[in-house]
């Protein structure tokens, strides 16, 4: 995909930046990682600080100061995952904020206006996320108010003269029912001219059913656009995705579980705060490429999560992330020389948590 701050080339992990900033890593840490693209929050920096403050700062990429791609969600998910109290009409949502209860009110044409003022790249329409567990009643209403919400997120887009250039894309839901996600792919793409994200998953379910759903959309997907599978982020799930045709993933995974002192690894994960890494000189991870594999050990990361120096999650988030990009770059090495099964085996083969 081309945009205005750079190509990006899939399958591709973007890291998230909720908060206009991955935590404990700094920008100049994802161009070395190799990190393409980032994600932001919508809902949050409507919160805080407020979309026209970074508007007038020339829009988010300058505010943080990150010159590479960024796709901003729409807010939707955190909306029913986060606020409290909410109220669901086909006008919109009504909600009250995580954060000190006040009462907010959020439509798909608000959702477009906040990422206008944003500035990303790429733009997510406004979305109901049905639960995992609800029937096939409620999934089909939550559906088909996303519909009609993305014909509205669609006009607001097309409407007026806009501060940056963006792309919108869809998000296809139907809860775990393949009938419905069959159906809302098929009136979705109408509407899609880059890409589409697949909500709705990795919410709860187990993972065969996420793959079940994925397995039902496979055959309807068209070949010129990118699918981007929404808050999926562990290694063998990003390998079955790919498996699966999709192109784009996300979730804070690597660095919340890089927080509470948890690497990746190709073997599965590593506890390093464990008292077993007390005196092992070991890189995290032999052969990994990264800044904290390539200069330091486990026992001195180990040492760092101990006494709470944030280093120890800052080069934790680092090696997390650029494992997780690495294996990207790998499955697309795999794709373009037509091995990716014989890279879909021995991952199988190697990875503990597959």
Avoid at 121 to 140: K, L, S, T
Wanted: proline share 5%; glycine share 8%; net charge negative.
């Amino acid at each position: 995909m081309r945009t205005p701050y750079g190509e990006v080339k899939t399958p591709v992990f973007m890291p998230v930046g909720t908060q206009a900033t991955v935590k404990a890593v700094l920008p100049r840490d994802l161009y070395e990682i190799g990190a393409q693209i980032i994600l932001s929050n919508t809902y949050h920096l409507h919160l805080r600080p407020g979309s026209e403050v970074i508007k007038e700062a020339g829009g988010l990429h300058k505010f943080m100061g990150y010159d590479r791609p960024i796709l901003t969600d729409s807010g939707g998910y955190q909306v029913f995952s986060l606020a409290t109290l909410r109220k669901i009409s086909d006008e919109g949502v009504e909600f009250s904020s995580h954060i000190d209860g006040a009462r907010h009110f959020l439509t798909p044409e608000e959702a477009i206006r906040i990422q206008n003022n944003l500035g990303s790249d790429i733009m997510m329409a406004f979305d109901e996320c049905a639960p995992h567990d609800c029937g096939h009643d409620y999934a089909r209403e939550a559906m088909e108010r996303t519909l009609r919400w993305l014909a509205r997120c669609c006009e607001e887009t097309s409407r007026g003269e806009k501060p940056f250039k963006q792309v919108l894309f869809p998000i296809v839901q139907g809860g775990m029912f393949a009938d419905l996600r069959v159906e809302s792919l098929e009136k979705t793409l109408p509407y899609v001219k880059v890409g589409f994200g697949i909500g709705g998953l990795s919410v709860g379910e187990p993972k065969h059913k996420m793959y079940e759903i994925l397995d039902a959309l496979y055959p309807h997907y068209p070949k010129e656009f990118a699918r981007y599978l929404m808050g999926v982020g562990s290694a063998d799930c990003l390998v079955e995705g790919v498996m699966r045709g999709i192109d784009m993933f996300d979730c804070v995974l690597p660095t919340r579980i890089a927080r509470n002192g948890t690497a990746m690894t190709r073997n599965g994960k590593l506890v390093i705060r464990n008292a077993v890494f007390k005196e092992d000189y070991q890189p995290i991870e032999c052969g990994c490429d990264c800044y904290a594999c390539r200069n330091f050990t486990r026992a001195y990361i180990r040492h760092l999560l101990s006494v709470d120096e944030i280093l120890g999650a800052m080069l934790l988030s680092l090696h997390n992330l650029r494992f997780l990009i690495r294996l990207m770059e790998e499955m697309r090495s795999a794709v373009l020389t037509d091995s990716f099964m014989d890279f879909y085996r021995d991952f199988a083969d190697s990875f503990i948590d597959f």
